[in-house]
């Protein structure tokens, strides 16, 4: 083995069992010169043993800003910590690849950084599985759309023909009630296709946020007004001028606003309060709902999770439209967290700086829910 033999032990078994390690293993001094890498790391990146030796591992990395690298010395140098992080290298031969990154500082007895030790994963074909994955979903629920919406038209139009008795009537409902389930379904999967594939667009123009929430509410206000639960609206005026993506408020509030409906018992209430505070902007929706069991908590935002709790009250949802609004609402700079006591109700915060949503370039908008 090359290099600074004093950081690593002399058992010929460790050193066996790291050198046949399929992930890349790079060990490296204190300033981050290269004193022994792993016989992946020389596959993974394609540099021999001895053009690494006494380099720093930016011979196949500086592929990501400043910002990054300062980060990940900060955090291993001065904090002492491991940094874990999914980045893009380049090998030898120029090619891009996608990794994990984990890289920790090696201590000595007085806790002094003596080197640091880092293992890649290379990932780029799992990624590029997951895009194809990704592209399949995207096509598929396009080509979907089309057929769905003749389906729409001609169910309203025998609706509305006459005569029809009251068992056609029924029918002509459930296909109707089907259709919607089916569109919303597959509004869903394309955006999640759009989110992941990373081609949707995030397009801040002045807006009135209040007048965005209170249409939005508006249109929901038959699936309110079948629950009876009353909608409060508390509006900061000086959100009235907000840089932001109208269809993708849309999307957020009529997420938020359905799950508070749907999880929330007749005669509820929900509240829904837009305020300018502290540099920001606060959007909330409050209920007196079902609320949110303690061990489903960590999962809301993801993809396909519905709680035990909801799954009898609501047979229609899939799961998705949070895992939507948290990748817009970071797509735009913003943060969402929730509190919430089951049997209580919960409160969904959306937070973004007062100065605006951020802009995303892409090739394609969202849809909201429900519509083709
Ligand atoms: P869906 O509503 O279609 O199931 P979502 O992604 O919108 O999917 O929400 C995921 C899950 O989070 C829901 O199934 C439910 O368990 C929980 N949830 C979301 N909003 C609320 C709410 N206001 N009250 C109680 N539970 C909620």
């Known amino acids: 083995m090359n290099g600074n033999s004093t950081l690593l ?10 050198e046949s390690s399929s992930d890349h293993i790079v060990i490296t001094d204190v300033d981050g010169k290269i004193v022994y890498a792993n016989k992946a790391a020389q596959n993974i990146t394609g540099y021999s043993l001895d053009e690494m030796i006494s380099k720093t591992p930016r011979l196949w990395g500086g592929l990501m800003d400043d910002a990054f690298y300062k980060r990940l010395w900060d955090t291993l140098k001065n904090k002492r910590q491991p940094f874990n992080v999914e980045l893009k290298n380049k090998r030898k031969n120029g090619e891009i690849y996608n990794a994990i990154l984990r890289a920790a500082p090696i201590l000595d007895e007085k806790q002094e950084v003596v080197g640091f030790i880092a293992t890649e994963e290379d990932i780029t074909e799992r990624i590029r599985v997951d895009q194809a994955k990704s592209e399949f979903v995207s096509l598929a629920s396009h080509q979907l759309r089309t057929p769905l919406t003749v389906i729409r038209w001609y169910a309203e139009m025998l609706g509305a023909s006459n005569p029809l008795t009251d068992e056609q009537k029924g029918y002509i409902n459930q296909i109707q009630e089907a259709n919607k389930r089916v569109i919303s379904l597959v509004s869903a999967l394309l955006n999640v296709s759009r989110i992941e594939l990373g081609t949707f667009f995030v397009q801040p123009v002045p807006i009135n ?33 907000f840089l932001g993506d109208e269809n993708l408020l849309r999307i957020i509030f009529h997420n938020l606003l359905t799950n508070a409906c749907k999880y929330t018992p007749a005669r509820g209430k929900v509240t829904v309060t837009i ?24 999962y809301i935002f993801t993809k396909l999770f519905r709680a035990d709790n909801v799954k009898e009250i609501d047979e229609t949802g899939n799961g998705l439209g949070l895992y939507i609004v948290k990748s817009v609402v970071e797509a735009g700079g913003g943060t969402i967290v929730f509190e919430s006591a089951e049997g209580k109700g919960s409160t969904f915060s959306v937070t973004f700086p007062a100065t605006g949503m951020s802009k995303k370039e892409g ?7 429900g519509t083709v």
């Open 9 to 18: 032990s002399d058992s010929h078994a460790y050193q066996m069992a790291i």
């Open 209 to 241: 946020l209040p007048l965005i929430a209170e249409q939005v509410t508006k249109e929901l206000a038959p699936l309110f007004e079948q629950k009876a639960i009353t909608v409060t609206n508390m509006f900061d005026s000086a959100t009235n001028n």
């Open 275 to 298: 305020e300018k505070k502290d540099q920001n902007v606060h959007i909330r929706v409050s209920d007196t709902g079902v609320g949110i069991p303690d061990d489903a908590k960590p």
């Open 363 to 369: 090739t394609r908008s969202l849809i909201k829910g």
